[in-house]
């Protein structure tokens, strides 16, 4: 294994949690979003 290694695989690990970290904000958001709009809708019909 060269050096390389060393600075490349923490690297790629990094940039996977913050892409993950970024994707998984996204999505909880628009879960909580959605889920405001069937609370809002559920209680215009009664």
Do not use: C, Y
């Not at 294994?1 to 970024?22: D, K, R, T």
């Not at 069937?38 to 215009?44: D, G, I, L, Q, Y």
């Amino acid at each position: 294994m060269s050096a390389a290694h060393f600075i490349f695989i923490p690297a790629v690990l990094i940039i996977g949690v913050v892409i993950g970290w970024i994707l998984g904000g996204r999505a909880a958001q628009d879960a909580f979003a959605a889920e405001l709009k069937r609370r809002e809708e559920r209680s215009k019909r009664t």
